[in-house]
């Protein structure tokens, strides 16, 4: 049986307040993404788009799925091809996108944003510019400048 405290935070016994120790990279990344998508939401609701789901926002998420070929959206997100088909049919029938033959290969299909799922990208990226604006002025224009540059940097190395 092993005895005493480990110096690692993140092997030390589980308890109520930091179950496995300080948050990691991904969870420090997950909370202002969340932060993100929770106020997204909330605009999108405030500007009449109160059928639009969290799910939806994968779909539409930078750099959107204009044009694209189901199959190769679903390869992008990371999600199975029958998942997206259900998200795809959803925003179908709620007026955010059309699926079109493909005007290169008639078999296929190619998405595309309508005049109201346009409107939607619009309001989310708005919301987007808010919270930037307010994390500017909470961090310091300098410091969110260079927490830009250091994620645009990982973004160019994965």
Known sequence: MIEGNSSSLFTNAASAEQPFGPPLIGALLRMPWEAVQR???????????????????????????????????????????????????????LGYLERRAD????????IVVTRRGKRAIHVIRDAVSEIETTWTQQLGAEHFA??????????QLT
């Open 103 to 110: 005007p290169h290969d008639q078999r296929g299909k190619r």
């Open 146 to 155: 260079q927490l830009r540059e250091l994620l645009l940097k990982l973004n």
């Open 39 to 93: 106020h997204m939401l909330q605009r999108l609701h405030e500007r009449g788009f109160s059928d639009f789901d969290a799910a939806y926002l994968n779909v539409l998420q930078y750099p959107g799925p204009q044009g694209a070929r189901p199959s190769e959206l679903a390869a992008r997100l990371r999600i199975s091809k029958q998942a997206l088909g259900y998200l795809l049919r959803q925003l179908e029938q």
